[in-house]
């Protein structure tokens, strides 16, 4: 093994200590500091924070082609749609002409509006006959009961503001007033929906945080200081974010997001920080000191963790789309707050509670590891090759400073001795189940959730519902056929339109196309295709994928008409289509990822390549929960969610982007506690059995604090958010549990001292990190010898 020792930095001189060592004497100042960044950033939000909505741009895809050629030749036609549907159950709507006819009026007038349809036929016009070859597809039911106003609007209506509902809702009231039922549907369903409320959410895991943190700690202060700062690191991220909004759009769905990682990992980076802080004060520090030395140490992991964390939810950039590129930066502003507050506001909270940390307890109060001091290194990880005197002098240099790595007692002792005598058997269990939880992804359907998913409550929910009924599901998710013929001759026009036609006849999976209509100048052709199913149905997005890709070209092949599908739901198989092409990259690069953080943490070959296949099978299982949830309906009602529904199709991309970085964590913990184990033993078996006893505590207990942060989500009326908050807990609890408690151990176990072969000119070019401040740990256990006190 190749090892060469940087330059150590004495204890006291680092700028990570410090930090620690100023903030824990000066604790009033950066209280009061943070409280002020509260406060300012709250108010500053509120005054002129921005909105967000789910208004993204596809630029080059063939819907926004469309779009913009609608927009050409007939601006009316070419805008953003969007429904309000009517119904009057005591009789038709034709009876309520004139206050139909008046709130058509009065919607034209609103701002941004390019035209209304009026639902109802012009006096005297008999309705339609009912046909069962051609379905009614609108605007008004073959009762008349049921009819719908399709508005369009120059700009997409979630960008224009909740007040702009007043509006609205004035145009409407004469038709509420008269007993009809009014419901907006579309994207002015989406606007009108309640505004999103975190907070039962946030409560929900604050108190199953707490009580995990007091029986796994047994001190009460210990068990609320991580949860008040990452609340208050939370918090400023959130306001950095609405600030930031004003300027760029971010989806609906971003502070959600946000909230559920800058919470989780807020938790565990003070937990970290607390728990070492409080081994340093049971081995005799002063409290100054014993902050200042935790930040050195665990708060160098922090940073690095955070750092991973931030630089995996960038790579979600390298999907194309910014609209999922804004939701990773959406999530990394309180992944930043909640360093800044771990490195600083966790040091001052310290240094203000002292050494009355462990007053209130509900047991006897334990830090890290009840194993002895002398056979517990510290809490420290040697983590990378050559970062202090044990590590420079080889495997086994630093024996003579402590028991055996295998010594100690208790519960886990135990459990960590039985995977040392049989890897095997622990390695084969762990991958088996693994494997049973991934068995439903190899059936993921990706797609849009709908409307349809949403609970009774909202008004598209119930929009939906009513146009489900009186025209049949497609008709919630129209098609807009556009062929361009301005290159064509005028006098092939005739032909081009009948051959069109022609193609358009019993299209599979059409329930109705209607005939191509002209615009004004001539140039383009328009016409609508209804799907038999839902737009969310795997088949709305088969007929579109069909008509744009065979229907219209063949039916204008030989000219120079070009063809698209355009709309809301045309579009979003198009970001369906991007999404699924660009996940195996997303995947490969948060696998190199991966491979390289912990190759160049852990200069270990083999390491890295476990981590990544291990990473890999984590995310599976946790991907085939979620398709057995939400997409085979296994709890689904449960949860609230309105039968089966695709998986959102960003869901999986976000999802491995956050839970690689969330397990970096526990990745660097345990390895680090291996590897310093073997460096000062020379045993590489038996450092892997006391790294699992040393650190199950703190793992399981940050994992549990996780789970319950992501869990809590899930009661959000949001279905996307309900799914990544199981998605990101199975992650959480499948990676700390049979990942890091029983494959990670196995494999360690049964690679040896294999494990941390490196190769001579790739030890070379590889930086060295000092994760965890093993150097200045090591002058510090030198200080403590010195003056008589415990190891660190």
Known sequence: MNARSPVQTPVGKGLLYRLGHWCARHFVVVIVLWLAAVAGLQLTDRAVGGQFSDDFALPGVQS?????????????AGGYSAQIVLNRPSGPLTQESSTVNSTVAALEKLPDVLSVQNPLPPPG???????????????????????????????????????????????VQPLRDADVTVEYGGSLGELARPAPDDRTSEAIGFAVAIVVLLVGFGSLIAAVLPLVTALIGAICGLALLGLTAAAFTFGTVSPTLATMIGLGVGIDYALFLITRHRQNLMNGHDPADSAALATTTSGRAVLVSGCTVIIALSGLWVSGVTFIGKLGLAAAFTVVTAVLAALTLVPAMLGLVGRRIDRYHVRKPVAETNVDAGAAAGPAAAAGAGTGPAAAAGPGAGRARGSDAGAGSGAWHRYAQRVERRPWWFLVCGVVALLVLAFPLLFIQLG??????????????????????????????????????????????????????????????????TPLQATPDGDVLIGTAYSVASPQ??????????????????????????????????????????????????????????????????????????????????????????????????????????????????????????????SMDYEIFLLSRVREAWLRTGDPKASVAHALEITARVITCAALIMVSVFAAFIVSDNIVVKMLGLGLAASVLIDATIVRLLLVPAVMTLLGRHAWWTPRWLDRILPHLDTEGEGALEEEKQAAVAAGRREP
């Open 64 to 76: 926004a082609e469309g779009l913009d050629v609608l927009k050409a030749h007939d601006p009316a």
């Open 125 to 171: 016009t008999p309705p339609p006959p009912a046909s069962s070859t051609a379905p009614n597809t609108g605007p008004l039911s073959t009762d008349g009961k049921t009819a719908y106003i399709t508005m369009r609007f120059g700009v997409p209506p979630s960008t224009l503001g909740v007040d702009y509902l007043n509006g609205v809702d004035a145009a």
């Open 537 to 662: 149905d795997e088949r709305t997005t088969e007929l579109t994928n069909h008509l744009v890709d065979d229907v219209l070209p063949q039916a204008v092949a030989g000219t120079d008409a070009q063809t698209y599908v355009t709309g809301t739901t045309a579009a979003q198989v198009d970001f369906l289509d991007i999404v699924a092409s660009r996940l195996p990259l997303i995947i490969a690069v948060v696998v190199a990822l991966a491979f390289l953080v912990i190759l160049t943490v852990f200069r270990g070959l083999l390491v890295a390549v476990k981590a990544a296949v291990l990473n890999v099978l984590s995310i599976a299982a946790s991907y085939g929960v979620v398709v057995a949830v939400f997409q085979w309906g296994w709890g689904g009602p449960a949860l609230g969610v309105s039968g089966k529904v695709p998986i959102e199709s960003y869901v999986p991309m976000m999802m491995f982007a956050i839970v690689f970085g969330l």
């Open 448 to 513: 849009h959730i709908g409307d349809g998913a949403d609970p009774k409550s909202f008004t598209d929910r119930r929009a939906y519902d009513l146009i489900s009924t009186a025209f049949g599901p497609g008709a919630n998710g129209p098609l807009t056929l556009v062929v361009d013929q301005s290159a064509v001759p005028s006098g092939d026009r005739a032909a081009l339109a009948s051959r069109l036609q022609q193609s358009l006849t019993n299209v599979p999976d059409a329930a109705s196309i």
